[in-house]
């Protein structure tokens, strides 16, 4: 299965991406966390991104498209894939629906995950992630046991350098102008699962696995 996971940053893309990795044995490839792989080992991709990054704008569709395209075609990605943080613009979707097509394949579903913008918010000036597995947490509504390391691996946690107020605001500015014209761009080829983002992580896992099965069995 090919899924792709809509949402403004905030909206638990992560997060639900890891779960539904395991249940449905799929490749998660976030393209944030590569760009941020990319920053921290200094490589020229890092370098060409992280001035966007900073400011909270789109990295350009060029560096990006290639970047995420390579990343697709690695072997751990046959079985199916959860595409988190790509597709972000029109321009990206298109690529990326033509790169599946070369291969006779597509996108099955896309989970937009609708979160309301005065929750984004307070979600990401919380937010802590772990330096090695991604993992994320939130300072009030999901603290890690001991303060600072990870539940699952014991590494340390990170605030990331986006998530400042003024950079927050900015990525939601981009994330409604640009991504959220992918809503529609799904939807009309019937590929949109919306699902409520708001609630306890396992209620919205929950219901992005129901809507999924549904949708399949009618198929
Ligand atoms: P979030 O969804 O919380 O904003 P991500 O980790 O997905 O976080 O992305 C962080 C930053 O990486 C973005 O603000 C942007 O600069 C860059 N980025 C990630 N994915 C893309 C993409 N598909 N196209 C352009 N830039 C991207
Ligand atoms: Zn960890």
């Known amino acids: 299965m090919y899924l792709v996971l809509l949402g403004a940053p905030g909206a638990g893309k992560g997060t639900q991406a890891a779960t539904l990795t395991k249940e449905l044995k799929l490749a998660h490839i976030a393209s944030g966390d590569l760009f941020r792989q990319a920053l921290s080992k200094g490589t020229e991709l890092g370098l060409q991104a992280k001035a ?7 990295v350009p ?7 995420v395209l390579d990343r ?3 072997p751990d990605c046959a079985a199916g894939i959860i595409l988190d943080g790509f597709p972000r613009n029109v321009e990206q979707a298109k690529a990326l629906d033509e790169a599946l097509k070369a291969q006779k394949k597509g996108i099955d579903k896309a989970v937009y995950i609708k979160v309301s913008e005065a929750e ?4 990401l000036t919380g937010r802590w992630i772990c330096r090695s597995c991604q993992a994320p947490y939130h300072e ?3 603290p890690s046991r001991v303060k600072g390391k990870c539940d699952k691996c014991g590494c340390e946690l ?8 003024e950079t927050i605001k900015k990525r939601l500015v981009v994330f409604f102008a640009e991504t959220a014209p992918l809503i529609e761009y799904y939807s009309k080829v019937g590929k949109l699962i919306e699902v409520q983002g708001e609630g306890s992580m396992q209620d919205i896992g929950a219901r992005i696995i129901a809507a999924l099965k549904v949708k399949k069995s009618n198929n």
């Open 120 to 123: 984004l918010l307070k979600r």
């Open 72 to 74: 697709i075609t690695a």
């Open 61 to 67: 569709n060029e560096v990006t498209i290639k970047m």
């Open 158 to 165: 990170y605030q990331r350098a986006d998530d400042n107020t």
């Open 140 to 142: 009030v509504s999901s």
């Open 52 to 58: 966007y990054m900073e400011k909270g704008q789109l």
